[in-house]
């Protein structure tokens, strides 16, 4: 599900592309992407690309080798080991089925792009749709990534041929040449961190979600190697000092109540759990996103946990104990019955 992309002949030595590969193994990452046609890559290109390779197929990742038309007629593909070949532009719907027939790799259409008339064409032109996976274009410049509304709309296509789709997400650390400014699918992704984008992305439907950038810091890596499909991941500031009590209910895995309130995420785990007595504290103007926790006051709704997603009055018996603000476009995006667990600053 998850993965990260390396790139031969660019700002990383074939040194640190192999460290990066190494530290994502160690976090499970499984998936790897990697282009074979950027116009801006150095004289070490090939060399680089078929040692990266050595070590992607030695390291046993899953390899999408991404080439154009123009690459693909000069590139003597057979000198390359990977398990698909992503289509970027510049190949026809008769090259594409013809190409979908080989057993050798699988065949990775351009989900960006892609129309409901091409696939019927491709698969009538005796493309096998079995052989079929599809991952969006990443948008190396501001303001060109795709909104939320058409990629819903290009996954739902693909879903209707049960065809399995990948997207991107940007890195915050070292942005990937020429431009360095991400490498998102995503135009509203640019700025988040791959935790945070890369859970949007899982709830929008995408089956493989890699960072797109040249690298990412140790913490993006980590934290991104956290996402799964069944538990969403929310990072937290605490606010102020917090009782020992009200620490160890931020810390329970969460499931929100089949019935929340109209504007909050309201945990069904929290009360049920709660063991000790929870003091009156920091009962300020509750803000949109602010994680709350009922005190003593509340009587039996001591210890009732919600993130908020309007702004309330000032409440004496409502703890204000934490702001999830950074995951304010998951948070929006969680159902009843979901569960969630909190991510504590500097938590390891």
Avoid: W
Avoid at 225 to 239: F, G, W
Avoid at 244 to 270: C, F, V, W
């Amino acid at each position: 599900m998850l993965g990260i992309s390396v790139y031969a002949g660019l700002d990383l030595s074939l040194e640190e592309n192999i460290n990066y590969l190494e530290e994502a193994k160690k976090l499970g990452i499984k998936n790897i992407f990697l282009s074979l046609h950027i116009p801006e890559v150095n004289n070490n290109f090939l060399k680089e690309a078929k040692e990266l390779i050595s070590a992607i197929n030695r390291l046993d990742f899953n390899l999408t080798a991404d080439i154009s038309k123009k690459y693909y007629n000069n590139l003597d593909l057979s000198e390359f080991k990977f398990d698909a070949l992503r289509l970027d532009f510049g190949f026809n719907n008769q090259e594409i089925a013809e190409l979908s027939q080989n057993s050798d790799y699988r065949i990775n259409l351009n989900a960006s792009t892609l129309t409901d008339s091409d696939l019927k064409t491709i698969i009538s032109q005796g493309g096998n749709p079995e052989n079929f996976e599809a991952c969006h274009n990443f948008y190396p410049r501001k303001e060109t990534g795709l909104s939320e509304e058409l990629i819903l709309k290009k996954n739902n296509l693909l879903k209707k041929y049960d065809i399995k789709v990948g997207a991107f997400v940007a890195s915050n650390h070292k942005k990937r040449p020429p431009i360095k400014a991400g490498l998102p699918t995503l135009e509203k992704h640019r700025f988040l961190t791959p935790l945070i984008a890369g859970q949007d992305l899982l709830k929008l439907g995408i089956d493989k979600i890699y960072i797109g950038d040249s690298r990412a810091s140790k913490e993006e890596l980590k934290n991104f190697s956290l996402i799964n499909s069944e538990v969403t991941i929310i990072p937290l500031d605490i606010i102020g000092s917090l009782s020992k009590e009200e620490m160890r209910l931020l810390n329970l895995e969460h499931k929100n109540r089949q019935d929340p309130g109209e504007y909050i995420i309201r945990s069904e785990t929290a009360r049920k759990n709660k063991k000790e007595k929870i003091k009156a504290h920091n009962n300020i103007k509750r803000f949109k996103y602010a994680v709350t926790i009922d005190n003593y006051l509340y009587q039996r709704y001591e210890g009732d946990l919600q993130i908020l997603k309007k702004e309330y009055p000032a409440d004496k018996k409502i703890n204000v104990v934490a702001d999830a603000g950074k995951a304010a476009l998951i948070i929006e995006k969680i159902k009843e019955g979901d569960k969630f667990k909190f991510k504590l600053k500097g938590e390891e």
